[in-house]
């Protein structure tokens, strides 16, 4: 990748509908050469998808949770289910494995209280669970989907 793949990639992810002509003007490259590097980005991963990004008022998931999760359990098949139990909850938009005291943490999206709370019991009747704990968002203060580029390993021959 070189400093034209970085140009392509900051333009998409603040704007995947752009269209090609439009990106490669700003990149300052044809169309067809633009066309393959974004066809290369998708084919080698870089580019996962692309998406819509909804408001949550708009689809009633006004109120975010991080739930920090501890289990006694470490083992790989547990690890397996749990992750299979996530799975079926679309209200959990974020999962990770973390390090130090908690073991995991959700990122949960739900209309109001009372359906996290449904959410919470569903949750602990599909799995066994040592503690959870929640804290749930006053404010959104910064949010972004865009991933930071100037850490990216660029090719010293091209572009």
């Avoid at 708009?58 to 749990?82: P, Y």
């Avoid at 709370?117 to 799995?127: E, M, P, Q, S, V």
């Avoid at 865009?146 to 660029?154: A, G």
Wanted: glycine residues 4%; aromatic residues 8%; neutral net charge.
């Amino acid at each position: 990748m070189d400093r034209l793949d970085r140009k392509i990639l900051r333009l998409l992810q603040e704007d995947s509908t752009l269209a090609v002509a439009e990106v490669a003007k700003k990149v300052g490259l044809s169309t067809t050469p633009c066309w393959r590097r974004i066809q290369k980005l998708e084919e080698d991963g870089v580019i996962r998808r692309r998406v819509a990004l909804l408001d949550p008022v708009a689809v009633n998931t006004r109120v975010t949770a991080f739930v920090s999760i501890r289990t006694n359990s470490h083992s790989q098949e547990w690890l397996k289910r749990f992750s299979e139990v996530i799975a079926d909850f679309p209200e959990v938009i974020e999962f990770y494995r973390m390090s130090g005291d908690v073991d995991y943490l959700l990122r949960v999206v739900v209309p109001d209280i009372a359906a996290y709370d449904a959410f919470y019991k569903r949750l602990i009747g599909k799995i066994e669970i040592r503690d959870v704990s929640s804290a749930f968002a006053m404010e959104q203060i910064k949010y972004t989907t865009e991933l930071p580029l100037d850490y990216m390993v660029l090719s010293k021959d091209s572009g």
